[in-house]
């Protein structure tokens, strides 16, 4: 939802919409601030992490981040890696979820969908 709000530009008192000219100091200049609100996008983001009592470290965790680190003759460029880890049910089917991207190509190399409780790691 995109919801406009109106200041002087003078004083950057808060107007509202039909007001023409400012009531604090009569200047006729107003702007309008564009805000954007119910919806958080975040480009690039690292991690997202939510914490509840009773877990150990988080709940759940989204992560999306690029990495180096991956075998560098496979991978010249670095992979990004896209996973979410939902502690809450263990044993649904996507609870745990990861997506390997080859930075170069493009390419998915990886790409899963388990239960948590299945997951092994795979170094
Ligand atoms: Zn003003």
Known sequence: MVLDRYF????????????RSCPNCGCDNIFVKKNLKGVLTLKGFRRIREKSAGFKKFVIEIL?????????KKYPKGVN?????????PTKDDSYQERIVDE????????????????????
């Open 8 to 19: 002087c530009q003078k004083c950057v008192k808060e107007l509202t919409k039909n007001q």
């Open 81 to 89: 890696i896209y996973r979410v880890i939902n502690k809450k049910d």
């Open 64 to 72: 999306k981040e690029w990495q180096s680190n991956k075998d560098k």
């Open 104 to 123: 170069k190509t493009g390419k998915i190399c990886r790409d899963i969908k388990e239960p948590l409780n299945k997951h092994r790691k795979i170094s």
